[in-house]
């Protein structure tokens, strides 16, 4: 039996040599030199930007596809009075931000209104008014037609991106050095106690200890950083008993299913908004006027609170307590007459600004109430506190693989490549045994996590072990050249 090793990797390594290139006698060999590299980087850049812009469509493309395809269903199920609430309540979204763009330009609410707005002024969609069934089926027909055109471009998007990916991956350039991998120590979050609204409480700042950490290197500053931050322990809000009284009042929140980030298509503020628990968290705040000040921190301890009641399985008391909290917050950002202003948009006229507040504290509980599931599911995982050592690549535009051999060194090995005629065939055979002897002396979970050559399962076969083996592993899959790191490209960018 014959065993080759390969050395086709090498063929993606691409290095500029100056003494590779010819020019014409007029012409400076140096100034051609500059001209050429200042050309590559420019076309490197511009395709940087291409890629980036590609990402952020799909990116915005994602988000714009599910909302518009349930403004369809809900057209298509329940009418025209469906699609003018979405008009009504985006319109109000956008006002609430005083008709303005976000900081990164028209947001997906902003472009979903305005297909809705364009839709609606359409002569033929015009024509249909006051025909239920008509309008109902040209406006689904419409937004259909959006929906699928928006499709065939996220797959036209997507496949550029794959495209640009493929072709990147067979260049190695200087863009892709990385420092490769680091593993350490990584500290489960202790939700209680990072969230207890008590005076002893305080922010922790989660730590990672790397192993064979590089001095002077990134995540060393950040760890510094970190240290410094944690020697200034923020305090939490601590919640007063003007506050809980707050939070005790009525809701103004209408019985809606557990889980829901809006109010029911059903709901309509004429006929079920509470006003009655609006005026009683009025006079509320008219008598507790402290409660607006910033620095007694209302609207953090009452999310706080809302955090921790949820995770005691208070969820009505925790929903309450998000209600305040954005009820402090809304009135705050109204300015002087903040109080009487919120009160007055949510009892008065159309109902479109309280549905907006509505909407946006069972979002918020949603969120909240999500977190501390997840939460509570990883503290009932692993014991509290445990440590655990997880691979790591430090920079995004690294990829962790695993490389796991075959089985021992064959009997006649020929070695082929550039720089093969210096190797010594007994030093390879020996490595290559020493490296099999390595990978089966794992447990059988690690080589069947190792073979599908997914990191998520290996770090949790990791995240199994206790410290000291999970160390020791490691350091075997480096030994062995089993664990690897790969990225995209190599190219001499000194500039000389």
Same mark, same amino acid.
């Given at each position: 039996?014959?065993?080759?090793? =390969?050395?086709?990797?090498? !063929?993606?390594?691409?290095?500029?040599?100056?003494?590779?290139?010819?020019?014409?006698?007029?012409?400076?060999?140096?100034?051609?030199?500059?001209?050429?590299?200042?050309?590559?980087?420019?076309?490197?850049? %511009?395709?940087?930007?291409?890629? !980036?812009?590609?990402?952020?469509?799909?990116?915005?493309?994602?988000?714009?596809?599910?909302?518009?395809?349930?403004?369809?269903?809900?057209?298509?199920?329940?009418?025209?009075?469906?699609?003018?609430?979405?008009?009504?309540?985006?319109?109000?979204?956008?006002?609430?931000?005083? =008709?303005?763009?976000?900081?990164?330009?028209?947001?997906?609410?902003?472009?979903?209104?305005?297909?809705?707005?364009?839709?609606?002024?359409?002569?033929?969609?015009?024509?249909?008014?006051?025909?239920?069934?008509?309008?109902?089926?040209?406006?689904?027909?419409?937004?259909?037609?959006?929906?699928?055109?928006?499709?065939?471009? /996220?797959?036209?998007? *997507?496949?550029?991106?794959?495209?640009?990916?493929? %072709?990147?991956?067979?260049?190695?350039?200087?863009?892709?050095?990385?420092?490769?991998?680091?593993?350490?120590?990584?500290?489960?979050?202790?939700?209680?106690?990072?969230?207890?609204?008590?005076?002893?409480?305080?922010?922790?700042?989660?730590?990672?200890?790397?192993?064979? /950490?590089?001095? +002077?290197?990134?995540?060393?500053? /950040?760890?510094?950083?970190?240290?410094?931050?944690?020697? +200034?322990?923020?305090?939490?809000?601590?919640?007063?008993?003007?506050?809980?009284?707050?939070?005790?009042? #009525?809701?103004?929140?209408?019985?809606?299913?557990?889980?829901?980030?809006?109010?029911?298509?059903?709901?309509? #503020?004429?006929?079920?908004?509470?006003? !009655?628990?609006?005026?009683?968290?009025?006079?509320?705040?008219?008598?507790?006027?402290?409660?607006?000040?910033?620095?007694?921190?209302?609207?953090?301890?009452?999310?706080?609170?809302?955090?921790?009641?949820? &995770?005691?399985?208070?969820?009505?008391?925790?929903?309450? *307590?998000?209600?305040?909290?954005?009820?402090?917050?809304? *009135?705050?950002?109204?300015?002087?007459?903040?109080?009487?202003?919120?009160?007055?948009?949510?009892? /008065?006229?159309?109902?479109?600004?309280?549905?907006?507040?509505?909407?946006?504290?069972?979002?918020?509980?949603?969120?909240?109430?999500?977190?501390?599931?997840?939460?509570?599911?990883?503290?009932?995982?692993?014991?509290?506190?445990?440590?655990?050592?997880?691979?790591?690549?430090?920079?995004?535009?690294?990829?962790?693989?695993?490389?796991?051999?075959?089985? #021992?060194?064959?009997?006649?090995? %020929?070695?082929?490549?550039?720089?093969?005629?210096?190797?010594?065939? %007994?030093?390879?055979?020996?490595?290559?045994?020493?490296?099999?002897?390595?990978?089966?002396?794992?447990?059988?979970?690690?080589?069947?996590?190792?073979?599908?050559?997914?990191?998520?399962?290996?770090?949790?076969?990791?995240?199994? &072990?206790?410290?000291?083996?999970?160390?020791?592993?490691?350091?075997?899959? !480096?030994?062995?050249?089993?664990?690897?790191?790969?990225?995209?490209?190599?190219?001499?960018?000194?500039?000389?």
């Amino acid at each position: 039996m014959v065993g080759k090793l =390969n050395y086709s990797k090498w !063929d993606n390594l691409e290095l500029s040599d100056d003494s590779d290139i010819e020019v014409h006698p007029n012409i400076d060999k140096r100034s051609f030199i500059k001209w050429k590299q200042r050309d590559i980087h420019e076309k490197r850049e %511009e395709r940087r930007r291409l890629f !980036d812009s590609l990402e952020a469509e799909k990116k915005n493309n994602q988000q714009l596809l599910p909302m518009l395809e349930s403004i369809a269903h809900g057209t298509k199920s329940e009418g025209s009075p469906f699609y003018s609430k979405e008009v009504s309540r985006l319109s109000v979204a956008r006002s609430e931000r005083g =008709n303005k763009d976000g900081p990164d330009g028209p947001t997906v609410e902003d472009m979903v209104l305005s297909l809705l707005l364009q839709i609606h002024q359409d002569p033929s969609v015009k024509a249909q008014t006051g025909k239920d069934e008509a309008l109902q089926s040209l406006l689904v027909e419409k937004l259909d037609g959006h929906v699928s055109k928006l499709r065939m471009r /996220q797959t036209e998007v *997507c496949d550029q991106i794959e495209k640009m990916k493929a %072709e990147d991956s067979r260049k190695i350039t200087s863009d892709s050095l990385r420092e490769g991998w680091s593993s350490g120590y990584v500290a489960k979050p202790e939700p209680a106690e990072a969230t207890k609204a008590k005076k002893s409480t305080k922010t922790k700042v989660q730590q990672i200890e790397t192993l064979n /950490q590089p001095s +002077g290197s990134k995540l060393q500053d /950040q760890n510094a950083v970190d240290s410094d931050a944690e020697d +200034g322990e923020d305090e939490v809000p601590e919640l007063n008993t003007a506050m809980r009284s707050f939070a005790d009042l #009525p809701t103004t929140l209408p019985s809606t299913p557990s889980g829901s980030t809006s109010l029911p298509s059903s709901f309509v #503020p004429s006929k079920h908004l509470n006003t !009655d628990a609006f005026e009683v968290a009025f006079k509320f705040l008219a008598s507790h006027k402290e409660l607006l000040r910033e620095e007694s921190g209302a609207t953090d301890a009452l999310l706080v609170e809302a955090f921790n009641a949820e &995770m005691r399985g208070e969820k009505a008391f925790a929903r309450r *307590c998000t209600e305040k909290a954005l009820m402090i917050q809304y *009135c705050n950002k109204l300015g002087k007459d903040g109080v009487s202003l919120f009160f007055k948009r949510m009892t /008065q006229g159309d109902g479109r600004a309280s549905i907006v507040f509505l909407n946006d504290v069972l979002s918020t509980y949603a969120r909240i109430s999500e977190r501390s599931a997840i939460l509570s599911q990883e503290k009932s995982d692993k014991p509290e506190g445990e440590e655990q050592i997880q691979l790591v690549a430090e920079d995004p535009n690294t990829t962790i693989t695993f490389e796991i051999p075959d089985g #021992p060194a064959p009997e006649n090995i %020929e070695l082929e490549g550039e720089g093969s005629e210096n190797m010594d065939v %007994e030093k390879v055979k020996d490595f290559l045994n020493r490296r099999w002897a390595i990978f089966n002396s794992f447990d059988e979970d690690l080589k069947q996590a190792l073979a599908t050559k997914e990191l998520d399962k290996v770090n949790q076969v990791l995240g199994k &072990m206790n410290v000291e083996a999970a160390e020791e592993v490691v350091g075997k899959l !480096d030994e062995a050249g089993i664990l690897n790191f790969s990225s995209s490209e190599i190219r001499d960018e000194t500039g000389k």
